[in-house]
């Protein structure tokens, strides 16, 4: 079938969907865009009413989307990332695991994994403490990640030298590890 993106031109697309999955009301799932390309939606996930989910996603498992969230083309939401009502994240964007986006925001850049964002634009406010520890990060893990929040949005340090920083005093955490080696991949710049 026929993609919502313009740029379509024919081929065969996919959608794929994992197991376990819930699908309330009016959800829609776009296939890819181009020849051979995938939508890919893993398993164990939440998808509330009204949900829209573009074509060439990738949703992780275990991931919660309130009622009328939406994501364009082309964004990765990673494992046990929750997205609120009303959010709608950009095409290309990144959410990373662990994260959680406020109800009505707005993601125009990659929300790092183990932070709440929240607004319009959406800003980076503080660690996910509930969703680590819903899914066991210790208590040394989230310490480590607190710090990290405070040196890479607080302090006003430029990205490489806050990551240098985090680097040099918390590399030891492997959610520090995570943390780190997403905003060096980012190409959208994170929400700050």
């Known amino acids: 079938m ?8 024919g081929g065969v697309t996919r959608t794929e969907i994992g197991d376990h999955n819930i699908f309330r009301e009016y959800v829609t799932i776009h296939s890819a865009t181009g020849d051979g390309e995938v939508t890919r939606i893993g398993s164990h996930n939440t998808v509330l009413a009204y949900c ?29 990332a929750v997205i609120g009502g009303l959010a709608a994240v950009h095409q290309f964007c990144r959410i990373g ?14 929300v790092p994994p183990f932070m709440i964002a ?6 980076t406010r503080t660690i996910n403490k509930i969703g680590m520890e819903r899914n066991g990060v210790s208590e040394e893990g989230q310490t480590a990640l607190r710090q990290a929040y405070k040196i890479l949005f607080r302090e ?37």
């Open 156 to 192: 006003g340090l430029t990205i490489p030298n806050a990551l240098a920083k985090i680097e040099s005093e918390l590399s030891k955490f492997p959610e520090i590890q995570y943390l780190v080696n997403f905003v060096r991949t980012s190409e959208r710049g994170i929400s700050k």
């Open 2 to 9: 026929k993609t919502q993106d313009l740029k379509w031109k």
């Open 118 to 123: 929240d607004g319009n634009p959406a800003e």
């Open 97 to 110: 695991k662990m994260s959680m986006i406020g109800g009505c925001s707005k993601i125009v850049q990659d």
């Open 52 to 80: 829209h989910i573009a074509h060439n996603c990738t949703l992780g498992d275990h991931v919660i989307m309130s009622n009328v969230a939406t994501l364009a083309g082309h964004v990765t939401v990673e494992d046990h």
